[in-house]
């Protein structure tokens, strides 16, 4: 199983981007997706999660309101829609697939995720 992260790039506050998790090696209909970032200096944390089909999603505190969690399980791909960036979302974002596969729960504890894809840089800058 791998997976890439893609569309970060530097935009100005209040701005939007959407990242992309694009899956492979297996049917991304088996897996809960959570997105994270980590920022300089920071430890990573858990921005949202996804349940295999899509119904069932959760935000931090932090970017509730402002982003997006979705899923095409046809195209294999997982998204983050961003609107109303700020300079605090500034960080490198990760995607990666739940441990637990059956069961679900809506946390964003790094350590319930593996399969951590290459991450993609977002800066939040004027």
């Known amino acids: 199983v791998q997976l890439q992260a893609s569309g970060g790039g530097l935009v100005q506050p209040g701005g939007s981007l959407r990242l992309s998790c694009v899956f492979s090696?297996?049917?991304?209909?088996?897996?809960?997706i959570g997105w994270f970032r980590q920022a300089p200096g920071k430890e990573r944390e858990g921005v949202s999660v996804i349940n295999r089909p899509g119904f069932n999603t959760r935000y931090a505190d932090s970017v509730k309101g402002r982003f997006t969690i979705s899923r095409d399980n046809a195209k294999n791909t997982v998204y983050l829609q961003m609107n109303d960036l700020r300079p605090e979302d500034t960080a490198v974002y990760y995607c990666?697939?739940?441990?637990?596969?059956?069961?679900?729960?809506?946390?964003?504890?790094?350590?319930?995720?593996?399969?951590w894809g290459q991450g993609t840089l977002v800066t939040v800058s004027s």
């Open positions: 090696g297996s049917n991304l209909d088996f897996y809960h």
């Open positions: 990666a697939t739940r441990r637990n596969r059956v069961v679900w729960s809506a946390t964003l504890d790094a350590p319930q995720f593996d399969n």
